[in-house]
């Protein structure tokens, strides 16, 4: 233990003064005991460690740049899973971006009455927008789609029964089980048909004097094929109003367009339930819609105005930065046109395979150039983006894949290379190669995309895989 210098020995050290000047002394001298206490815990298990001062002072200067970097950080998808969980789902349209930066450098008009000059409600910068563009008669906004359905559950069928189909019994987006957010919400659920098969007769037999709701939900992360029965919406909603019972529709990912445009399947949309008469529909605000994460509740004027009410929607609040991202992203589509310009969700979706083909021929051309020769071999081939994100199960886009193979590097050996460069890269990984899909990059990602690949097969065939992680540093 003698070969350790003291804490204060280590904090002479120039560099280290330095390290104190810009980030603070209290910082800097926790890292010095970190790593001395990890130092001595190597050398009690008779590991070989360098104990030098400068190897020392290099790695409490490490640990205090680790401190001090943002985890949460910016990446390239090039998975060609457009909405992918993972990788934070929708990427914001320009002016949403602007929008959230606006509101962030300054006061806003969060909650005023610009007349009166009196406290207003935050909700109003996206109500009349949401009733608009959907044709519902009002509209609020929670901090996510799970929030919206155990509000809206909450509401409607507190102590009650909820009436669900064992066909939409699903689970969606990590932990968001449907079972459990009834039992969460106070209702009783009551599950109707089978997994493949439900009749609108299923749903009346099952009505009692204790049924509040009939419950739909999107099976958005999966498909049954073969012998299947749904209830549609209309007839749920001319079943439900015969009892005096009211239906709450999850519709999931919050499609504003008809995605048969883009080649898709028709995802069920927004205005299509209004429409049907439910009397509440939920959605995400980070799936197709392509805004930020929020919870979107539509419906009838009276049921909406008790979820406003209920103490749930204040614990569920939404963030100014979420409404402004929101507001600007839902003024986009009062223009359809510019909404499928300027919304990347769409625009990635709507991008043809020949585009996602010159796309791969330019990335290719460029990793031939740059990368040494020998290293990896660059081909293209045919494939499926995904669109993920809890819609569209098992619908696939046709894409143009560009797939890396190397003699000496495994695909699991550069993937994990590509996820530590800066900005980090996700791909996938299929028969030992590591396939781009050129669909998910955004416009400006080429270069970078290059550079990081280029930095990471060198680090690979450098024989060092092994890159200094926050946490892990001496390891
Ligand atoms: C994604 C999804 C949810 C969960 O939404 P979050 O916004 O992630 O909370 C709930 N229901 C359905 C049908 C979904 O697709």
Known sequence: MRQLPAV????????????????GRQLVVDCVREVLNRLREHLQKGSAVATDLPSIVSE????????RTPTLRRVINATGVVLHTGL????????ARRA?????????????DRDTGERGDRIEHVRDLLCRLTGAEDATVVNNNAGAVLLAVTVLAQGKEVIISRGQLVEIGGAFRMPDIIAQSGAKLVEVGTTNRTRLSDYEQAITSDTALLLRCHPSNFRIVGF???????????LAHRYGLAVLDDVGSGCLVDTAQFGLEHEPTLQESVQAGCDIVTCSGDKLLGGPQAGIILGRRQVVQRIRKHPLHRALRVDKLTLAALEATLRLYLNPDEAQREIPVLRTLAMSVGEVRR???????????????GTVTVRLRDGLSAVGGG??????????????????ISAQQLAHALRWQEPAVFVRIEQEEVLIDPRTLLDDELDALVRAIDRA???????????ARCGQSGD
């Open 359 to 373: 796309r791969a021929n330019r990335l290719r051309r460029r990793l031939q150039a740059t990368l040494p020769s």
């Open 228 to 238: 299947t029965e749904e209830v549609s919406a209309e007839e749920l909603v001319s």
């Open 457 to 467: 097969v060198v680090r690979c065939t450098g024989g060092k895989t092994n890159h």
């Open 60 to 67: 409490v200067l490490q640990a205090v740049e680790c401190w």
């Open 391 to 408: 819609s569209l199960p098992g619908q696939q886009l046709g894409t143009v894949l560009v797939c890396l193979r190397s003699p000496e």
């Open 88 to 95: 934070g789902r929708a990427v914001l349209a320009q002016a």
């Open 100 to 112: 959230v930066t606006e509101v962030a450098q300054g006061h806003s008009m969060l909650e005023v």
């Open 8 to 23: 204060s020995r280590v904090l002479q050290d120039r560099r280290v003064q330095d390290a104190i000047a810009v980030h």
